[in-house]
């Protein structure tokens, strides 16, 4: 309907629920040279519902191009537990974006 | 099973050295005939540059639920009485301990392996990182056990542990004996025949 605010979710109404599987709000956390490449801890990211981690990476990629430089060595975690590209991510999922690691 | 088996898992904040004997008398029980302890310690040279000390970091709850995971992992492939695994965040000068393995057993070949497998595995799946500091620079250190093992995660095992090595089927028709003949699976996946000396312990 006109009028209505746009893509942003500002808070549940009787017409959001039309729109609640619309999009997701995730929130996006980086390490390391993740870190040093984005210059943030973490950001919050919002993509269409049904949307993977994979595609959440890409998107971030996009956002913050830096990250390029180690997208082929980083691995994805989904509340913290590893997992693969194809993960579906759900609404206030936490993605951690983690470089190869060094403990120990 | 035995009913004060305990494991302990820590990440400790910056500036807080770790007391080895703290995890030490942790894993020791009457009970346990053996315990075996790894620390991880700040070198001061790495590739002919000189050190000034490590800086490290974590994704701490998902870094305790791995550490767990992992303890939980060695657990099923080895008679273990105690198991505590301590790390630490934040600058680590050359000498400082940053992480310390103790695991205890009735006998020793039991913690012994264990302690291996849980630095190997730290090593490879829990999410901290270290910067390594020379008095010219700074770099994010990569673990070459991560990069061997960053394929797997993702993918869950029957417990849902992902990227935890699966030691497990291999071991658990040894638990009864620690003297039986035993397959040990090395990282190159080849499979190794330890034949029981039939006499008493074998290592």
Request: aromatic share 6%; glycine share 6%.
């Amino acid at each position: 309907m006109e009028g209505e605010t746009s893509s942003d979710i500002v808070g549940l109404t009787v017409t959001d629920k039309k729109n609640e599987n619309s999009s997701v709000k995730i929130k996006v956390l980086f390490f390391a040279r993740a870190r040093d490449l984005t210059g943030l801890t973490d950001t919050p990211l919002e993509v269409p519902s049904g949307s993977t981690a994979g595609e959440c990476l890409s998107k971030l990629m996009a956002a913050f191009p830096g990250l390029q430089e180690i997208s082929s060595c980083v691995v994805v975690a989904l509340n913290e537990e590893y997992t693969n590209e194809s993960a579906i991510v759900k609404d206030k999922d936490e993605l951690a974006i983690i470089p190869p690691i060094s403990g120990g | 099973m035995v009913d004060d088996e305990k494991t302990l898992v820590e990440i400790l904040d910056e500036h807080t050295p770790i007391d080895i004997s703290k995890y030490i008398n942790y894993v020791s029980a009457p009970q346990a005939g053996a315990i075996a302890t790894f620390s991880g310690t700040t070198r001061d040279t790495f590739e002919g540059k000189q050190v000034v000390e490590l800086r490290y970091e974590a994704y701490v709850p998902m870094a305790i639920k791995c550490m767990k995971s992992i303890c939980s992992s060695a657990r099923s492939s080895w008679n273990l009485h105690s198991v505590a695994v301590v790390h630490r965040l934040g600058p680590v000068l050359v000498g400082e301990t940053s992480v310390f393995i103790a695991a205890s057993s009735v006998h020793r070949v039991d913690a012994l392996e264990a302690c291996k497998f849980v630095i190997d595995e730290v090593k490879a799946s829990v999410p901290i990182w270290k910067k390594e500091v020379y008095s010219d620079g700074e770099v994010w250190k990569e673990n070459s056990e991560f990069s061997e093992r960053r394929l797997d995660f993702g993918k869950d095992d029957d417990d849902g542990r992902s990227g935890v090595k699966e030691v497990e089927k291999v071991h658990r028709h040894e638990r009864k004996s620690c003297c039986g003949a035993k397959v040990k699976v090395k990282d190159e996946s080849a499979a190794e025949i330890i034949p029981s000396n039939g006499v008493g312990e074998r290592n």
